[in-house]
């Protein structure tokens, strides 16, 4: 039955990746559009009657549907009627075990693992590959079901073994998640060279709250958003607002949902904008919040961001449900964040992972440095 599947699904990726060329070879022609769901619709149906084994309609309707969402982007899913309320939870909430889910290479990967979190415990990185998932094979598999079974598997406090490959794809190894009760590490606070060091990892539900109480009374503040992807696009704003006296914060617009913007209220919790620390990592809510942050006159130090800031909702018709992209997180010079990221002011080359160097860091502090001595 696994095997059966698993080939399946091969095949029905397959199908999606020929519909998804069809459509852009179609795009903005109305005629394209239509001879390619003809293919698509041909191709299930000698599928249907040639195939080795007898087809699950079911399955290959939700296979389809899940392979042209992805497509679309990695965040999308579609649902079926009675995963719809148990989704809605799960955008809310920190993923399962602080292990957030990417694709690469046709399986799932670890996006991130949420600093405080069973899966930070173990040494998993970003862009690795989750190869399988208590033995069975991610591949071809919808992100929104392994979310779901993480979660039920987490909910029921069973142990998982992710069966992981590294960055480079070339050395295997088992990763234990323990079902343990756990929160976010939403932000650290250090002191270097007379500067304060927030270093935000995540904005659950609360964020805001949690950094207002350690934004230190007086001096500079650097911010490292380097690691942040994970959050709630309403707690990015929050944050935003402690460090903006007033003015725009950031905006999204849509080609049907509209538009949307959020302005500040008066006020900062610190008398200078802060030095911001950017990089590859920095996808998401921390694209947001680094937005707002140089709107407001902050410096981004470190390396252009990932480029992948939607703005998702639900979108409901009859028996189908979809977690879909309707607008887009806007870059100061009003365009899209998504594929385009952010660039920083001051470009600085990291370092190697394994090093203990931190140049982006270093940098941030000279600036900073350079800024008090011109005060005195």
Do not use: C
């Not at 995540?202 to 690691?227: F, H, K, M, N, T």
């Amino acid at each position: 039955m696994t095997r059966t599947r698993i080939a399946f699904m091969s095949v029905s990726l397959v199908v999606v990746l020929l519909f998804a060329g069809l459509l852009v070879a179609g795009r903005g022609d109305t005629d394209g559009l239509y001879k390619a769901l003809g293919n698509l619709a041909e191709v299930v149906y000698l599928i249907q009657n040639d195939y080795v084994d007898e087809l699950n309609p079911e399955l290959l309707s939700m296979s389809l549907d899940a392979g042209i969402v992805e497509s679309i982007d990695r965040w999308a899913a579609v649902l079926p009627a009675d995963m719809t309320d148990v989704y809605r939870e799960l955008v809310i909430a920190p993923p399962a075990f602080g292990l957030a889910l990417a694709t690469r290479i046709g399986s799932a990967a670890v996006r991130q693992a949420i600093a405080g979190s069973p899966a930070a415990a173990t040494d998993l990185e970003a862009w690795e590959v989750i190869e399988r998932v208590d033995g069975v094979n991610t591949r071809g598999r919808p992100l929104w079901q392994l979310r779901l079974e993480l979660k039920e598997k987490e909910t029921a406090g069973e142990v998982v073994t992710l069966t992981v490959v590294d960055r480079r794809v070339d050395e295997r190894r088992e990763v234990v998640l323990e079902p343990v009760q756990w929160s976010p590490t939403i932000a650290l606070i250090d002191a270097l060279d007379g500067a304060g060091l927030l270093e935000i990892d995540s904005l659950p539900e609360g964020a805001a709250d949690r950094i207002a109480e350690l934004i230190p009374d007086q001096g500079p503040l650097v911010i490292d958003l380097r690691s942040l992807a994970w959050g709630l696009e309403s707690e990015a704003m929050a944050v935003a607002d402690l460090f903006v006296k007033e003015g725009l914060l950031a905006s999204w617009e849509g080609r049907m949902a509209g538009a949307q913007s959020y302005a500040a209220t008066p006020g900062s919790a610190v008398e200078l904008p802060p030095l911001v620390l950017v990089g590859p990592e920095t996808e998401g809510v921390g694209e947001i919040l680094a937005v707002a942050l140089k709107r407001a006159g902050s410096t981004l130090v470190g390396g252009r961001t990932i480029g992948h800031a939607p703005h998702m909702r639900f979108i409901e018709d009859e028996d189908t449900t979809l977690w879909i992209p309707v607008g887009n997180w806007l870059r100061v010079d009003g365009s899209a964040i998504s594929t385009n990221g952010i660039e920083p002011d001051e470009a600085v080359e990291a370092s190697d992972p394994e090093s203990e160097d931190d140049p982006v860091l270093d940098r941030a502090l000279e600036i900073v440095g350079q800024a008090l001595e011109k005060a005195a």
